[in-house]
């Protein structure tokens, strides 16, 4: 007959649900103090490789998370921010404050050197984005950019009306001032 142990229940490694219930809070509060969320597949990288991206990405302001799916679909929408069809397979997030197109575009320089990640999607200004528009998104100049050009669009049109009416005064003038000389 087999042994059969009656002393106490041992205690768990990782610490249970308190712990979990932790890091979903933690992880909640990171996801929505970022403007942008990208979820990426990580299946097929080493160890080294994630050690490397997270040094490489760090300096851009970028945190990368490889987080449980089932814990991050709960800070997710703790957070407000529902992502459960990009959840598929082994999945690690990025997360940043910065801009939306220069976290898009450290992502995708990073997949153009990794060839194994691979953009599942993002949530970026409160609505979900398929891999084809986080690609689109990096692409885009950064915003301080795409505003300095709008403000020299509208601008333009205004120095042209300013130069209009300054021409007609200044056209009066030089008409006046000859006549004062000829007379």
Known sequence: MAKVKTGPKVKRKLGGIPVKAKKVDALAAQISASKAVIVTEYRGMSVQDLQDLRRRLAPKGVEYHVVKNSL???????????MTEMMVGPTAVALGDLDEVDLAKGIVDETRTLKTLKIMGAWVGGQVMKADDVQSLAKLPPRLQLQATLVG????????????????HGQLIRVLNAKGSAS
């Open 72 to 82: 991050f679909r709960r800070a997710a929408d703790q957070a407000g921010r529902s």
């Open 153 to 168: 669009t509208l601008q333009a049109p205004l120095s042209g009306v300013v130069g209009v009416l300054t021409a007609a």
